[in-house]
């Protein structure tokens, strides 16, 4: 019967990506990236605020240890002075990204005092959003020893 021949076939030897394949996976990745990084930015602003959240409530019970030796809650001066002529604490949360606040505008009284933190120009906090409601100012009121948070939204999330 016949014999089997073979015959050699020529391939080219491909190694690598050509510059088409490349170009399109840079696309790709840069289309990925462009619709995934604000929302990271969101997650990032989201971790950074429970710094916000954790000073003011240590100015809170800094303010309740203020007001069993004095009449009334401390005020906006005496933040950063040294217990027991003042709170013993910072005015710039320790990553930052706020400045605390004791309200001036109602004062403080023997019942009430209203305290924020406030996002820092410049910092992407400042920009810090849960849909349409801006979370770069947090506030704690506490009136007759019950606290109001607000925005309610930047809080609980």
Not at 48 to 73: P, V
Not at 130 to 141: K, P
């Given at each position: 019967?016949?014999?089997?021949?073979?015959?050699?076939?020529?391939?080219?030897?491909?190694?690598?990506?050509?510059?088409?394949?490349?170009?399109?996976?840079?696309?790709?990745?840069?289309?990925?990236?462009?619709?995934?990084?604000?929302?990271?930015?969101?997650?990032?602003?989201?971790?950074?605020?429970?710094?916000?959240?954790?000073?003011?409530?240590?100015?809170?019970?800094?303010?309740?240890?203020?007001?069993?030796?004095?009449?009334?809650?401390?005020?906006?001066?005496?933040?950063?002075?040294?217990?027991?002529?003042?709170?013993?604490?910072?005015?710039?949360?320790?990553?930052?990204?706020?400045?605390?606040?004791?309200?001036?505008?109602?004062?403080?009284?023997?019942?009430?005092?209203?305290?924020?933190?406030?996002?820092?120009?410049?910092?992407?906090?400042a920009s810090d959003t849960i849909g349409t409601t801006n979370c770069a100012t947090l506030t704690v009121t506490v009136t007759n020893g019950n606290?109001?948070?607000?925005?309610?939204?930047?809080?609980?999330?």
């Amino acid at each position: 019967m016949g014999e089997l021949v073979t015959v050699p076939v020529h391939r080219s030897q491909k190694s690598g990506f050509t510059l088409i394949e490349l170009m399109i996976t840079v696309v790709v990745v840069v289309i990925l990236a462009t619709l995934t990084y604000p929302s990271f930015m969101n997650q990032i602003r989201k971790s950074r605020r429970s710094d916000a959240i954790q000073a003011l409530a240590a100015l809170q019970q800094a303010q309740e240890r203020w007001r069993s030796q004095n009449l009334a809650y401390a005020g906006n001066g005496v933040i950063a002075t040294a217990w027991p002529t003042g709170l013993g604490l910072i005015v710039r949360t320790a990553g930052g990204y706020y400045d605390i606040a004791i309200a001036t505008n109602p004062a403080p009284t023997g019942w009430s005092y209203a305290a924020s933190a406030t996002a820092v120009t410049g910092t992407s906090q400042a920009s810090d959003t849960i849909g349409t409601t801006n979370c770069a100012t947090l506030t704690v009121t506490v009136t007759n020893g019950n606290a109001t948070y607000t925005p309610a939204a930047c809080w609980s999330r």
